[in-house]
């Protein structure tokens, strides 16, 4: 708002005159979003439900719509319907050939009208449906939607929102010289995004959607075909999030003459490759806290001495104990992050 840019102008022109360089968190709050974030480019996942019928009968089924995670997430869509023999212990034979996709039988994204061949079939459907979460802790002012980190669009509109502003205070000679991006903190969840099996098809040659209902609890009775299926979702999940968000955000930076300070590789439920994902930075990121658990400095160096990098920067002595520490209790963490 303009409270905040006539702020970070002043920040600009002191920094200037005094000879510093001068950097902004890309949100107000961990992970990337904002009130500029609608729910078309917020964070998805993939949600199911799940009937049982019999046959041989024709009958109109009503699809049942899924029960969303939170009560911020409003909208979803259906992907797609698979019927396989139904297994007390949730095994599906594949090697067997009798999963069916019934996408060509749905009406209206409403009913399915099948011919049930013999015996009792699950019929599982698919869809897409935006998690509602929201920052985790942002200023009154800058609550919102946190992005899908799948989507290039997502990553695109959300910086653009915020560099369009910040280009009313900036000029050439005087402007911020770094973004950063925060530990990865999306709630768990099976991750989806819209063009997610046209990507998976395009990268592994396979159509994913006969094999969604391992992702929702069903097994292959092939238990190395599960891993593989799973294995492919979850590289497909890393390089979209990498590719689309990290290391877009690189190419941002790089227009607007930035620089990208990025803790890419953990957080609270981070689901890349790390060192993958830090190597997407101009400087990797890790964190390290007063006596508490989060320390991840080895996994930003080390991504430093793979991809390059010359510099390697950390959240440093964070913690919510205020004032419980003093100087020789922050000499001694500082002395083991330098050595990580």
């Not at 459907?125 to 929201?134: D, E, Y």
């Not at 094999?211 to 238990?223: A, M």
């Not at 999940?237 to 941002?252: K, L, P, T, Y």
């Not at 080390?302 to 004032?323: C, F, P, R």
Request: hydrophobic share 35%; net charge negative; charged share 25%.
């Amino acid at each position: 708002g303009p409270e905040s840019l006539e702020y970070i102008s002043l920040t600009l022109n002191t920094a200037k005159r005094l000879g510093l360089d001068i950097g902004l968190f890309a949100s107000s709050s961990w992970n990337a979003g904002g009130p500029w974030i609608g729910e078309e480019d917020a964070s998805k996942e993939l949600l199911s439900t799940m009937q049982t019928v019999t046959g041989p009968s024709v009958k109109r089924i009503t699809i049942e719509n899924p029960k969303l995670s939170s009560p911020d997430a409003k909208t979803y869509s259906l992907i797609s319907s698979v019927a396989v023999p139904h297994s007390e212990l949730k095994e599906i034979d594949y090697a067997a050939n009798k999963t069916i996709n019934l996408d060509k039988f749905t009406l209206d994204n409403k009913f399915i009208e099948w011919e049930i061949p013999a015996g009792k079939w699950d019929v599982i459907s698919f869809f897409m449906c935006n998690t509602g979460q929201k920052l985790e802790c942002p200023s009154p002012n800058s609550d919102g939607l946190i992005i899908d980190h799948l989507s290039s669009r997502a990553t695109k509109r959300d910086f653009d929102t915020m560099l369009t502003r910040l280009g009313t205070v900036m000029t050439p000679e005087n402007q911020l010289k770094f973004l950063e991006l925060d530990s990865y903190e999306v709630w768990p969840a099976r991750d989806w995004t819209p063009d997610f099996v046209e990507q998976f098809k395009n990268r592994y040659g396979y159509d994913p959607k006969p094999f969604l209902p391992i992702l929702q609890g069903y097994r292959s009775k092939d238990s190395i075909l599960s891993e593989r299926f799973r294995g492919d979702y979850n590289r497909l999940i890393s390089d979209m999030i990498i590719e689309n968000h990290f290391g877009q955000a690189v190419e941002i930076a790089n227009k607007h003459q930035m620089e990208l300070y990025s803790e890419a590789g953990h957080g609270g439920y981070a689901r890349v490759d790390p060192l993958k994902a830090l190597g997407n930075s101009h400087v990797p990121m890790g964190e390290f806290w007063n006596r508490q658990k989060n320390w991840v400095t080895k996994e930003a160096a080390s991504a430093a001495h793979i991809y390059g990098k010359k510099l390697v920067a950390a959240e440093s002595l964070t913690g919510w104990q205020n004032w419980q520490h003093g100087p020789t209790d922050f000499k001694q963490l500082f002395d083991i992050a330098f050595c990580a």
